[in-house]
């Protein structure tokens, strides 16, 4: 069982940068891949980043690519997300979940344990 809590959300203006971080509880957090996906009202959720349980593994979604950075602590416990150069697009809940897999996806259904997640808005 892993446990998520994702912070670092907020109101930041377009071009500015924002750091997420995800608190992970349980024992087997390393054996875990870990993702960040995204969720604007009325839309689906959508995949933003993966990366696998140690970290030779790394994916994003084309509209972060180059902007976005996902990295892990496993002695902490943590995942990240570095977002810079912010576009109002991207303006959404923010998740942080993890896989039974030891190689991350783009796939939502993959991931079995979800944060409650964290706004984030960028504003014009």
């Known amino acids: 069982q892993v446990q998520l809590v994702e912070s670092g959300g907020g109101l930041v203006p377009a071009g500015d940068s924002l750091r997420l971080s995800c608190a992970a509880s349980g024992r087997t957090f390393s054996a875990h891949a870990l993702g960040w996906f995204r969720q604007q009202p009325g839309k689906e959720r959508e995949f933003v980043a993966a990366i696998s349980r140690y970290s030779d593994n790394i994916g994003y979604a084309d509209s972060v690519k180059g902007r976005f950075t996902i990295s892990r602590d496993n002695d902490k416990k943590m995942l990240y997300l570095q977002m810079n150069k912010t576009e109002p697009a991207d303006t959404a809940v923010y998740y942080c979940?993890?896989?039974?897999?030891?190689?991350?996806?783009?796939?939502?259904?993959?991931?079995?344990?979800w944060g409650r997640g964290t706004q984030v808005t960028v504003s014009s």
């Open positions: 979940a993890a896989a039974n897999r030891p190689y991350g996806s783009s796939f939502a259904r993959h991931y079995m344990y």
